[in-house]
């Protein structure tokens, strides 16, 4: 018995050994062009090399600094820190604005944050919250006129507006309180990725507490293709999404993206675009009387030969194949030959 457990469970991860190839095996960069740097993978549109032609325009260029080790991935405009790019978004290490009190409750040093993400292909998401630390501080985030506000005691939240290009983190304390000063001398304030960052009394006094946000807490940032939408993009001459793609539009109303429909995997911007996943090979049908037909985006099962599709009682999707004598034969459970 304890031999077959034992041949079964090599079974499965072969066969999920098998599986995870073929998702690494689909193309994520033009051909020649560098999947990673250090531990990030770097899709097309993306490429890595200032100038290299691996992205699709200089925006998408990531320089890859290999005199960290791991190396670290930077933006080619704003020389933003890259955690991770996702099919819709990038996350980029973060900056923290601070400001500072002696004993005497007079103001000893500030800093604020500025991004400017005017040239980039990016904007900030909805998926960040302004978040104040520190007792009775204030905190603005101003952008061209709009500005969204935080006032803490000793720590607050609060969401932030989507598609933002350009802004500026700043702090300031609302009162005078000599008896705060006396625990808090500093108070600080980010903007970074909802619930990543969980408020504990004793950052208040850890003389490191930027560093550790900065390292722990990302923005988070929607990119896009172009300024164009979907219908002015596709009239124009450099339309980028490939054959069987989808092209969404930015829903901050400029710039669009590719997108492989359900059902399909690939890389839309590269040839030869989104290509339709054979669902029969993970054999989804339930019963060994059913044969599987692969369809774009997706799959049926039907009954072979000599059998018909009967009662709906039975099967998972409300019918199963019965022989010509009309009477349900039990699914058998179908071993690798030699294991049973
Ligand atoms: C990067 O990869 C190395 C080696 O694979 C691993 O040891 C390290 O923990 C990874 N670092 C991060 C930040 O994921
Ligand atoms: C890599 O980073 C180091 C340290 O910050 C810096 O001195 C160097 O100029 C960077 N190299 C490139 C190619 O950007
Ligand atoms: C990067 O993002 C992808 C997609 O959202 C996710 O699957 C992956 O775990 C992330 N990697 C890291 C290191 O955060
Ligand atoms: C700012 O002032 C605080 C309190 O006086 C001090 O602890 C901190 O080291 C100062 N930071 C910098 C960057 O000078
Ligand atoms: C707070 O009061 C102290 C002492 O009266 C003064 O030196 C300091 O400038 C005041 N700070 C602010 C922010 O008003
Ligand atoms: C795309 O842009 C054009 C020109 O600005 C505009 O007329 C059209 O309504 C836009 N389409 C969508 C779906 O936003
Ligand atoms: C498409 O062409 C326009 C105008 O020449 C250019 O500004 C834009 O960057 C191009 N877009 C892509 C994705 O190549």
């Not at 932030?160 to 705060?180: A, M, P, W």
């Not at 979907?230 to 009239?235: G, Y």
């Not at 490939?242 to 109303?253: A, E, K, M, V």
């Not at 985006?297 to 022989?323: P, T």
Request: glycine content about 8%; aromatic content about 10%; charged content about 20%.
């Amino acid at each position: 018995m304890k031999t077959y457990l034992l041949f079964l469970l090599l079974w499965f991860s072969l066969n999920l050994a098998i599986s995870n190839q073929t998702l690494n095996n689909s193309i994520i960069t033009k051909p020649g062009c560098p999947a990673k740097c250090g531990n990030l993978t770097v899709p097309y549109p993306f490429g890595i090399g200032l100038g290299s032609g691996c992205s699709i325009g200089q925006q998408f260029d990531m320089n890859c600094n290999t005199s960290f080790n791991p190396p670290k991935a930077f933006t080619s405009e704003g020389n933003l820190e890259v955690i991770n790019i996702s099919d819709s978004k990038i996350r980029v290490k973060n900056r923290v604005a601070s400001e500072c009190y002696n004993e005497f409750s007079a103001l000893s040093n500030q800093s604020t944050v500025r991004f400017n993400l005017e040239t980039t292909p990016y904007s900030l998401s909805n998926e960040n919250v302004l978040t104040v630390l520190g007792c009775d501080y204030r905190s603005m985030v101003e952008s061209q006129g709009r500005g969204r506000g935080c006032n803490a005691f000793c720590s607050c939240e609060t969401s932030i507006l989507k598609g933002l290009k350009s802004f500026l983190i700043s702090l300031d304390r609302r009162s005078n309180q000599t008896e705060v000063v006396s625990f808090n001398k500093c108070g600080y304030s980010f903007l970074g990725e909802k619930d990543s960052y969980l408020f504990r009394f004793r950052d208040l006094s850890d003389p490191h507490i930027m560093e550790k946000i900065s390292e722990t807490v990302p923005l988070v940032l929607d990119w896009v293709i172009d300024n164009k939408n979907c219908t002015e993009a596709q009239q124009s001459n450099n339309f980028t999404c490939q054959r069987n793609s989808i092209c969404l539009n930015s829903d901050t109303g400029l710039g669009y993206r590719c997108s492989c429909p359900s059902g399909f995997v690939g890389n839309p911007y590269l040839k030869p675009g989104c290509q339709d996943i054979n669902e029969c090979e993970s054999n989804p049908c339930d019963d060994e009387n059913e044969i599987c037909s692969n369809t774009p985006g997706g799959y049926h099962c039907s009954c072979r030969e000599g059998y018909f599709a009967g009662d709906r009682k039975y099967g998972v999707r409300g019918f199963v194949c019965l022989f010509q004598d009309g009477i349900y034969h039990e699914r058998k459970i179908v071993m690798p030959i030699g294991y049973l």
